[in-house]
C-alpha cells in the first residue's frame, strides 16, 4: 500500500477505513470547520488526552483564525513523537502503533503523534528466580520499561539497543542490547542473522524468539538462557553476552549460554565469597541427587543387589515384603505422581496450592504405603528427589532434567549400573556437541579452559578484573587500574 496521502478529508477517512477493515474501535474527530480529521484507536489511545492535546487548542485556534497551516497548528497541539507521514502505508502501520494521524485538507501529507496508553502492572518481585538476598524486582511486559531497568544500572555509551519488528501480523518490538565495546562481534552478528531470519505471523511471548534462534530446538538442553531477572540481564550484558527483549513478554533472552550459567543465582555474588561458594555448591549436588538418585536405587536395588552390603540389601529388602508391584514400578508410579503435584500446583490459587500440595502428599503417601502400593524407601527415595529437584535456579534445566530422569531409570532398569554409565556417556556425549552461538554448552569442561574453572562449581572472586573469556569478550577486563593499566 504505497497510495499517497489524499487532500480531501473524506477521502482520506475513507482509505482509513478500508485499510483497517472499519474496525470497531477506529475514530474520528474533527473541530467545527472539518478541515481537520483526526483519527485514533480507541484501544490504544485515551480519548481524554485527545481531547485536552488536540480537539480544545485546535477548537481555541479556529476560534481565533479561520484560515490556518501547519504552521499555525502544530504549535499548539501536542509534539509527543511527532512525525511527517506522506503516504498512506506508513500511516497506517503508525496507526497501529497507537500513534494518532492529524490530517490538513489541501495537503498531500499528515503528522502523526505518539498517544499509546498501555495497559501497566506495578513491579513485582519475581515470581520464580526468588533470592533471599539482591533486588526484589522482576521484568514487566513494557519493553520500554524492561530497558529503562537495564538503562538505569548501565548509564555507559557503549551501551547498544538494536530494535527489529518480528511478526508479519503482529510486528511484535524486540530489541537486542549489548555492550559495543565488550561484546563478542561474530556473535551479534549470529543474533543479528538468526533474528532477521525469523518468517511467523506473530510472536506472543519470548519463548517463540528462543525455539528460533536455538542452534538446535530439538535438544533437550536449553541453548538459550530464560530468565525475569533484571540484575541477571545486567550482569550478563557487562560480561560481553546479549540480552533480547521482546515488548509483551516478562522474560528477557540471555545467548550465549553454557551449562555453568544455568546452575548459578544472581545471589551467589551477592553474598560473601565463601557464602556464595557454598550455596553454589549444595545447589549442584541437589542437582545431582535429584538426577541421578531413583535410577542408582532402581540399579542397586533390583539389579545389582550384590554389590550392596547385605544389611541394607536385606532391610530394603524386607520393607517390600507386601508390595503389589515390582521396584521400578513403584518408583515410576511415585514419580508420576510427584509431576502430577508439581504441575497441579502451578494452577491452584497461590493462597491454597502450598497446604493442599503438602497436605495431599502426606495422606497419599501413607496411603500408599498401607495399601501395599510402595515401600517406605521408594517413598523416602522419592521425597528426597522431588526435594533436591527444586535447587536448581532455572526452570527450564530443571525441566530437561525431569525428562531424562524417567529414561534413566527405564535404562537402569533394563541394565542395572552397566546401562546407567552408558545412558550418562549419551546424555554427556550430546551435551557436548552441542553450541549456543558458536560457544560450546559444556565450556570451560569441553573444550577445557583452565582458567575459567573457577567460575563453575565454586564462585569466582568478584575482585578478579578480567571477564570470562567463554564468551569471547572484546575488552578482556572489567576494569583498568589507576594509571590506565590493566590486571587480573
Not at 98 to 115: K, P, R
Not at 348 to 376: E, R
Amino acid at each position: 500500500m504505497t497510495e499517497p496521502i489524499p487532500s480531501q478529508s473524506l477521502e482520506f477517512r475513507r482509505l482509513i477505513e478500508d485499510a483497517l477493515n472499519d474496525p470497531y474501535d477506529l475514530e474520528f474527530e474533527s473541530p467545527v470547520d472539518g478541515k481537520i480529521s483526526i483519527a485514533f484507536l480507541t484501544s490504544f489511545a485515551n480519548k481524554k488526552d485527545i481531547q485536552a492535546n488536540f480537539l480544545a487548542p485546535l477548537g481555541r485556534l479556529l476560534a481565533e483564525k479561520r484560515n490556518y497551516t501547519w504552521k499555525d497548528i502544530l504549535p499548539v497541539i501536542s509534539e509527543q513523537g511527532r512525525k511527517i507521514r506522506e503516504s498512506l502505508d506508513e500511516a497506517v502501520n503508525d496507526l497501529l502503533e497507537g500513534y494518532t494521524l492529524v490530517h490538513l485538507a489541501g495537503s498531500d501529507f499528515i503528522y502523526t503523534f505518539d498517544t499509546h496508553e498501555r495497559v501497566k502492572r506495578e513491579p513485582t518481585a519475581p515470581l520464580i528466580e526468588r533470592t533471599i538476598h539482591g533486588p526484589k524486582l522482576s521484568l514487566l511486559e513494557d519493553i520500554k520499561q524492561n530497558i529503562l531497568l537495564i538503562r538505569e544500572r548501565i548509564k555507559n555509551r557503549q551501551l547498544k539497543i538494536e530494535g527489529i519488528k518480528i511478526g508479519a501480523r503482529s510486528r511484535t518490538k524486540v530489541a537486542a542490547i549489548y555492550l559495543q565495546d565488550v561484546a563478542s562481534p561474530l556473535v551479534v552478528q549470529k543474533v543479528h542473522e538468526r533474528l532477521g531470519k525469523i518468517s511467523i505471523d506473530g510472536i506472543v511471548d519470548s519463548g517463540y524468539i528462543e525455539q528460533y534462534i536455538s542452534d538446535n530446538p530439538l535438544s533437550l538442553f536449553p541453548l538459550t538462557q530464560s530468565t525475569e531477572r533484571p540484575d541477571k540481564l545486567i550482569a550478563a550484558v557487562l560480561e560481553g553476552r546479549i540480552v533480547i527483549l521482546v515488548d509483551g513478554s516478562s522474560n528477557g533472552i540471555i545467548v550465549p549460554v553454557t551449562v555453568n550459567e544455568l546452575y548459578q543465582s544472581s545471589e551467589d555474588y551477592y553474598f560473601p565469597f565463601w557464602f556464595g561458594v557454598f550455596l553454589r555448591a549444595f545447589r549442584i549436588i541437589g542437582n545431582v541427587i535429584a538426577v541421578l538418585l531413583p535410577s542408582v536405587y532402581v540399579a542397586l536395588f533390583a539389579v545389582n543387589a550384590s554389590l550392596l552390603p547385605i544389611r541394607m540389601a536385606l532391610t530394603v529388602s524386607g520393607g517390600r515384603i507386601g508390595v503389589a508391584f515390582p521396584l521400578v514400578v513403584e518408583l515410576l508410579f511415585m514419580e508420576f505422581v510427584v509431576e502430577l503435584f508439581r504441575e497441579g500446583s502451578l494452577r491452584l490459587p497461590t493462597t491454597v496450592s502450598q497446604t493442599l500440595g503438602v497436605a495431599s502428599g502426606v495422606i497419599l503417601g501413607l496411603a500408599a504405603v498401607n495399601a501395599g502400593m510402595v515401600s517406605n524407601a521408594t517413598l523416602v527415595v522419592t521425597i528426597i528427589t522431588a526435594i533436591a529437584s527444586y535447587s536448581g535456579p532455572n526452570y527450564e534445566i530443571g525441566l530437561s532434567w525431569r525428562i531424562l530422569r524417567f529414561s534413566l531409570i527405564l535404562i537402569a532398569a533394563a541394565f542395572g549400573l552397566y546401562g546407567l554409565t552408558i545412558g550418562g556417556l549419551v546424555i554427556l556425549g550430546h551435551a557436548a556437541i552441542q553450541d549456543s552461538f558458536g560457544i560450546s554448552f559444556l565450556s570451560p569442561w569441553a573444550p577445557i579452559l583452565p582458567k575459567e574453572l573457577i567460575d563453575t562449581i565454586f564462585r569466582r572472586p568478584l575482585w578478579m578484573r578480567r571477564r570470562l573469556q567463554i564468551y569471547q569478550p572484546v575488552d578482556e577486563y572489567r576494569a583498568a587500574k589507576k594509571g590506565g593499566k590493566k590486571d587480573e
